[in-house]
């Protein structure tokens, strides 16, 4: 399946633990590595997120 424009998935993972999401994010807009605090639910309270290749 062919990606439509600059939308790329990424996986964001848990710093704390290994938990993970999956989300897409604007390649033009956002060049650079996303981290942002989400809520983990492995360790039950927010942590912070960083995209893994």
Not at 5 to 32: A, D, F, P
Request: charged share 35%; net charge positive; proline share 2%.
């Amino acid at each position: 399946m062919a990606s439509k424009g600059n939308r790329q998935n990424v996986i964001l993972e848990s710093t704390e633990s290994g938990h993970s999401y999956h989300t897409t994010k604007n390649k033009r807009n956002t060049s650079e590595k996303i981290e942002i605090k989400k809520y983990d639910p492995h360790v039950r309270k927010h942590a912070v997120y960083k995209e893994k290749k």
